[in-house]
């Protein structure tokens, strides 16, 4: 079954809140809101009122579309996000300090924003390459025993988003993760941790994916707000990369495309 993307229904940790306002406030912290409103291209109260309306619902690709629909001829990408992102961030938060949006509904608007920052910031138009994937199928899993399920939905989000067939695993234990593996081929699994006590047995839950694995050369990748030590001491782990965010994932994994199928057991 095909992933659905979509930003809802998700747990949010403190590190996940973090990593979620800090892109909306390094924007925000160059940003003026008298100033956007007074720019000679000013946004339409509606489009921003759209805006909010689909942060909210975690639609990050009508998100993407109200971007490119209203980016001037002459308007560089990130004036453009501050002209409507940043105006739409400012009412989401106006609402929640007049109590009427509650708080986790405002996280997940920003969690929203957060994923539409960082696609629009990477890709050079409104939609993102959906040739990239060619229907390669990725597994997306939580750590086992990790609650934290925000990272590994972002990631879902973006690849399926790209063209890949995407399972996700959100709350599968390590035994369920390798029958998943054994019993369907994967191009790349994905594992994401949200703090760093899911790390404890993960090099052991890595080492028996490959081994089990119906697609031999299998890719393992690592990311997640848990990671927050450099890179390179995550080593340990044994997986294939260790990486920072969906975009650099989705590049990781796009490199794959081509040599897949080649490489699956019949």
């Not at 979509?6 to 306002?21: F, K």
């Not at 047995?201 to 490959?210: C, E, N, P, T």
């Amino acid at each position: 079954m095909a992933y659905a993307p979509t930003v809802s229904q998700m747990t949010i940790g403190p590190e996940c809140a973090l990593w979620v306002v800090d892109a909306i406030d390094s924007l925000r912290s160059h940003t003026d809101v008298a100033g956007v409103i007074a720019s000679p291209t000013f946004t339409h109260k509606n489009v921003v009122k759209q805006m909010t309306l689909e942060l909210s619902a975690g639609r990050v690709g009508a998100c993407l579309d109200i971007l490119a629909r209203n980016q001037a001829p002459t308007e560089n990408r990130h004036d453009t996000l501050q002209r409507i992102l940043v105006l739409a961030i400012y009412d989401l938060e106006t609402a929640w300090k007049q109590h009427t949006l509650e708080l986790g509904a405002l996280i997940q608007a920003f969690g929203t924003a957060r994923h539409v920052l960082d696609v629009w910031r990477n890709t050079s138009g409104h939609l993102l390459p959906q040739g990239l994937g060619r229907g390669v199928p990725v597994l997306v899993a939580v750590a086992p025993q990790d609650q934290h399920i925000f990272g590994a939905r972002i990631v879902a989000d973006d690849l399926s988003m790209r063209g890949f067939d995407v399972t996700l695993c959100a709350e599968a234990t390590s035994d369920e993760l390798i029958a998943t593996v054994a019993k369907q081929s994967f191009a790349a699994v994905t594992l994401s941790f949200g703090y760093d006590a899911a790390l404890e047995g993960a090099a052991d839950l890595i080492a028996r994916l490959r081994v089990q694995s119906r697609a031999p050369g299998v890719a393992i990748l690592a990311g997640g707000p848990g990671l927050s030590a450099p890179l390179a001491q995550y080593s340990f782990l044994g997986a294939d990369a260790v990486l920072r965010s969906a975009h650099e994932a989705a590049g990781y994994i796009g490199k794959l495309t081509g040599t897949t199928n080649s490489r699956k057991r019949n």
